[in-house]
């Protein structure tokens, strides 16, 4: 699914610019996600890009844009050592502590 964004960044002037992303086409991201799965020896089918992105854009919306990163390595470090919880209730847990602070 290909789905059209429109970003916003600072230019050298200090005013706000609107710049036309390429879409972003998940489907073409497969064989990738694949790739770098079975590298670790992980199915790839417990890789879901739009949730890593859910997280990502919360927190960098909340926090700053390093931080999203940080808290989808969060978020998959509490997946892995917690594997009995609700991976929606660690997702939500890490984006409302992001709000918090």
């Keep these: 699914m290909a ?7 600072m230019g050298l002037t200090g005013m706000m610019k609107s710049v036309e992303r390429k879409p972003v086409d998940e489907e ?12 670790v ?3 790839p089918t417990a890789v879901s890009i739009p949730e890593i992105h859910s997280v990502t854009s919360a927190v960098s919306s909340a926090r700053t844009r390093p931080m999203g990163p940080v808290a989808a390595y969060i978020w998959g ?6 594997p009995d919880a609700d991976p929606e209730e660690l997702r939500r847990a890490i984006i409302d502590a992001a709000e918090q602070q």
């Design 3 to 9: 789905i059209g964004v429109t970003g916003c960044y």
């Design 28 to 39: 073409a991201w497969q064989p990738w996600v694949n790739t770098v799965a079975a590298s």
């Design 41 to 43: 020896g992980m199915d």
């Design 77 to 82: 470090l509490a997946r892995g050592l917690q």
